[in-house]
């Protein structure tokens, strides 16, 4: 009987794209279940696993006397990847379970194989099931999981693989019931059969260490990680700097370091990467990796030794245009360019982990990243399984994307109230992300109030994280923009300040005099005012990503007139076409980039 949790079943393997690999993507079939008809029977017990009416056994009648209640067909079909909500409108708002099937032939495969079912993400929660048995079952919509196949569970032909998966909201989930941003459900990355050897390189870290600089030794140091114990040399190789190292492996893991005096460092300025190849007796793994340095030091944040300005913006997983969850490589590029044309060197990934090929691509095109998890508003911070729930998807991010050079920061949530209760539990990832990976900086969007006119920093939160980074509206939630003119600002710890947001809504288009709410020229004011108040803040202010590059959907937006359904604090509007906005910042980042390039 497979054990029924909300953990992924098998220990996370990294790098799955550079794997060999079968893919799942496409067209599944699917039913749509508001009742969870194909889960429980009708007394609301969970049906066992040979119920003929589950959902995740056959479809197919025994004979014409046979009752069969459920079906898959080609007439329901979803891609995968991708979110239901854009591929039908009866699905634009649909908050609850849907199944999805695939079916696939299995051929040819080495009995010296492991088999792995990898899914990227699928929001929120889901049940795995091949062939009529439970794989297992996963939480949280925005990071990986694995589950191994029994090699006795697969078939040559017609596997019948069905996905639950349900993405309705609880308040003791991560996020929970509220947040501004479209709750899109579905395999929303991509499936594929992971194949590797009987024992393989499951897990690897090869960093850049922060000593390096300072004696000019270029030291890295790393481990890697078997999926059981072996007892033997594996080679590490850099064709690009002809750099070869042995490494000795009794058990299952073994750490290691050496120098590379011919380094050529990472940064977003020459994004230099370097192949790396790990071969053991059994597996041979490829990756590209960047080596740089990042850390604060007293009020200023360094990427390999230097100052930084961070000339970022915030990003939601979103293609505005098509109104569905990005996914893919050309996705990222889209967003990225976008990125790239406003002159900003960082994005914020908000408020969720990323698909891979958006941290891949930052890796290549050089822009620096914030990765964060969805500890969002109003989570049930005094329950300790709601922790374990925010550590496993810390702990599934930070797996995945631990050898991306261009993630430089981890964030452990955005805008959550001041209690003890959440301090300590955030305080807890803090820690926790600091003890899984000591190569990066740890922050927390977090909020401002104000005293006597006086916006105060001093969230206790503060002195968990390396930096401080706040999200704050003034001219917008607050006054008008104007009132930037005299803000006095009052903030508790020394450490690199970040405005982690700030923004106004326009509506693409909508011109009028810039007092008008919602116009273009408001939002235009808005951030000239903002920018102004910037070169006046003290000199830890170290950078800034405003809310947002584009509109996005969300359900809390209700102004018929200038909102219907979107969050439009967007510099670009939701056809892509630039606000004013757009311009006022890309004219700060310029003027940034030659004083900080
Ligand atoms: C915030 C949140 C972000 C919202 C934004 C807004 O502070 O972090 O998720 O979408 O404000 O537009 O109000």
Redesign the pocket.
């Known amino acids: 009987m497979v054990h029924i949790c909300c953990y992924a079943q098998s220990p996370l393997i990294t790098n799955v794209y550079n794997r060999t690999i079968i893919n799942l993507n496409g067209k599944w079939q699917y039913i749509v279940d508001p009742y969870e008809t194909g889960f429980y029977d009708y007394r609301w017990k969970e049906r066992n696993e040979r119920d003929r009416e589950a959902y995740w056994n056959s479809d197919v009648p025994d004979n014409k006397t046979d009752r069969k209640e459920h079906g898959y067909t080609d007439k329901n079909i979803l891609n995968v990847p991708g979110d239901w909500n854009s591929q039908d409108t009866k699905f634009l708002y649909y908050e609850g379970t849907v199944w999805y099937k695939k079916s696939f032939d299995f051929k040819n495969v080495a009995a010296d194989k492991k088999v792995f079912l990898y899914f990227g993400a699928v929001n929120y929660k889901c049940d795995v099931y091949l062939n009529g048995k439970k794989l297992g079952a996963h939480k949280g919509g925005f990071t990986p999981f694995n589950f191994e196949i029994p090699q006795d569970l697969l078939k040559e032909k017609e596997n019948f693989l069905v996905v639950k998966v349900d993405n309705k909201r609880y308040a003791d989930e991560i996020p929970t019931l509220n ?3 479209w709750n899109y459900g579905g395999i929303t990355r991509d499936v594929q059969l992971v194949l590797v050897p009987q024992n393989f390189i499951r897990d690897y870290s090869i960093q850049l260490s922060k000593t390096s600089l300072s004696t000019k030794e270029k030291k890295i140091e790393g481990w890697i990680k078997f999926s059981a114990p072996v007892n033997e040399n594996i080679l590490l190789e850099i064709p690009g700097l002809k750099f070869k190292k042995e490494i000795a492996v009794s058990g299952d893991s073994a750490a290691f370091n050496f120098t590379l005096p011919a380094l050529e460092l990472w940064s977003y300025q020459r994004p230099k990467l370097y192949q790396i190849i790990l071969t053991s007796k059994d597996d041979k793994v490829k990756d590209k990796i960047g080596f740089r340095t990042i850390e604060v030091q007293g009020s200023r944040i360094l990427l390999n030794g230097k100052p930084i300005f961070l000339r970022g913006i915030c990003i939601h997983e979103e293609i505005a245009d098509q109104g569905r969850r990005a996914y893919s490589k050309a996705d990222a590029l889209q967003l990225l360019k976008q990125v790239k044309e406003l002159n900003a060197n960082m994005v914020r990934l ?2 969720y982990p990323h698909n891979e090929n958006m941290v891949r691509m930052a890796d290549s095109l050089g822009i620096l990243v914030w990765s964060e998890i969805p500890v ?1 508003w109003t989570i049930d911070f005094g329950n300790a399984e709601v922790l374990q729930k925010a550590k496993q998807q810390l702990n599934e991010m930070i797996t995945r994307d631990r050898n991306r050079c261009s993630i430089i920061i981890w964030s452990v949530g ?2 959550t109230p001041v209690t003890d209760a959440r301090t300590n539990f955030m305080g807890n990832l803090a820690q926790t992300a600091r003890q899984m990976d000591g190569y990066r900086i740890i922050s927390a ?1 977090l909020e401002t109030h104000t005293d006597n006119g006086v916006i105060t920093v001093d969230d206790p939160l503060g002195q968990y994280t390396d930096m401080v980074s706040v ?1 704050e ?1 003034l001219g917008w ?1 607050g006054g008008l923009p104007n009132n930037c003119r005299n803000a006095q600002w009052k903030i508790k710890y020394d450490k690199p300040l970040f405005f982690s ?1 700030t ?1 106004a ?1 326009a509506l693409g288009g909508y011109h009028a005099d810039s007092l008008t709410r919602w116009s273009e020229e408001y939002q235009e004011w808005f951030y000239r005012e903002q920018v102004e108040m910037m070169k006046r803040m003290p000199s830890n202010f170290s950078g800034l990503s405003p ?2 590059l584009n509109d996005f959907r ?1 359900p809390r937006r209700n102004n018929p007139t200038y909102q219907q359904g979107w ?1 439009n ?1 967007g510099l670009f509007d939701h056809n892509g076409k630039k606000k004013k906005a757009f311009y006022v910042l890309k004219s700060y980042y310029d003027e940034m980039k030659k004083k900080m390039p």
Do not use: L, M, V
């Open positions: 947040t501004d941003w908000a408020h969002y955005n805008e969007a999200n509206y939630y947001e923004g809504e809310w947002i969300s969050n604090k």
